[in-house]
């Protein structure tokens, strides 16, 4: 006779084994990214805690590992960025997003490189996730530009690349501070210009040909200042003393 399961017992089992992947999931990311690539399968249970038996009964190969590692993070940037657009203006909400997510991907290069250079296995886990992470930039991406924080000529795929090339400036820098700030300089090319006030065009070739006619000059011959105009006596060419000795040396030396 067979005995009757006990009540709650598949349940518990099926929470056992969901904390467990977790659990591995948190260990390699950490793993992959303070020992490289090449830290085993068996090392990554180590540092979780568990038998090399759990870690392969979830993750059949490192290959499979480094896709479920990449897509769990790309899962926690959509998160991200939702909650940045919940939480800030269309602007602050991009580059506050991308600012994290440069950070969080930091020292993860590694695995994108191998990710990209091997294609025997299959994707389709890491391929939902990005293109829930590629809607989720988008949809920030769109706001910026209508709230003019962002140039008009940006697109998602160089938000990415760019993200990509920042992550390694970031690992590449021994100073964390230093290195966030080059980011956010980098990040800041983005912005649209700054419009400024134009320069005010002067005409010194209408300045030189009042030299023939003093009484209509109205500014320095030579600064181009403004004169002020006398109720009598001749007209002003210059303003003062070292614009008239400025015009006065450059007409000898021609």
């Known amino acids: ?120 296995w299959p994707r389709a886990l890491l391929s939902a996730a990005s293109q829930r992470f590629h809607e989720a930039l988008d949809r920030l991406l769109r706001n910026a530009k209508q709230a003019g924080a962002i140039r008009a000529d940006v697109r998602v795929d160089d938000l990415t690349a760019l993200s990509v090339g920042a992550a390694a400036l970031r690992s590449a820098h021994r100073d964390r501070e230093r290195g966030t700030r080059l980011v956010r300089l980098l990040l800041d090319g983005l912005r649209p210009p700054a419009v400024t006030k134009p320069e005010t065009f002067r005409d010194t070739s209408a300045l030189q040909r009042h030299e023939t006619a003093a009484h209509t000059v109205r500014h320095c011959l030579e600064c181009g200042a403004r004169l002020r105009v006398r109720a009598t006596g001749r007209p002003a060419s210059y303003c003062g003393p070292t614009c008239r000795q400025r015009a006065r040396r450059r007409r000898v030396a021609g």
């Open 1 to 120: 006779m067979t005995a009757a399961p006990v009540p709650g017992t598949a349940l518990a089992g099926r929470a056992d084994a969901r904390r467990n992947r977790e659990n591995v999931l948190r260990t390699a990311m950490r793993a992959f990214a303070e020992e490289g690539y090449g830290v085993s399968l068996g090392r990554i249970a180590q540092r979780a805690g568990v038998g090399a038996g759990t870690v392969y009964r979830h993750f059949p190969s490192k290959e499979v590992l480094v896709e479920a590692v990449l897509a769990e993070q790309v899962a926690g940037f959509v998160a991200a960025a939702d909650r940045w657009s919940a939480r800030a203006t269309p602007g602050d909400a991009l580059f506050g997003f991308l600012v994290e997510m440069i950070e969080e991907s930091a020292g993860l290069e590694h695995l994108c490189d191998a990710l990209t250079a091997d294609k025997s």
